[in-house]
């Protein structure tokens, strides 16, 4: 089994050539602060990895998502459309956290590319299937 952990945003993934395992990516800290910051309530992404941290599949299981690897690879995804919702508010306003939001999802995304790439789900549609 393959061990995932990162340093920083500006860090990567580190994985070997088995699958990433399920709930092991580790959201870094300096993207949990920007998410606690940013966060639209309880219905946002950033708002699960402000309470908790991390993010990790839970207990009601996204429509589409017939296996862990796609339920987790959904909630990335989720969470990269978030973060850039946060990035465009914050730009058009001229925040100061504007690059370092940007930042965030650019990381967010190659997050987002290993998972699809490990678990072959690359054209996969997920949650937007429908």
């Known amino acids: 089994m393959s061990t995932t952990t990162t340093t920083s945003m ?3 993934i580190m994985m070997v050539a088995t699958r990433i395992p399920v709930d092991s990516v580790r959201v870094p800290d300096d993207i949990c602060r920007l998410c606690s910051d940013w966060h639209g309530g309880m219905g ?3 708002y699960a990895v402000a309470s908790s ?3 990790t599949i839970g207990t009601d299981r996204p429509y589409g998502a017939d296996s862990d690897e796609k339920w987790y690879l959904s909630i990335w995804t989720e969470f990269s459309v978030d973060m850039g919702c946060a990035a465009r508010i914050a730009r058009d306003s001229g925040h100061e956290d504007a690059d370092d939001l940007e930042d ?3 990381w967010i995304d190659s997050v987002c590319d290993d998972l699809a790439a490990s678990y072959g789900l690359e054209d996969w549609d997920g949650w937007y299937e429908n």
């Open 10 to 12: 500006k860090g990567s």
């Open 44 to 46: 946002c992404m950033l």
């Open 104 to 106: 965030a999802e650019r």
């Open 53 to 55: 941290g991390n993010l």
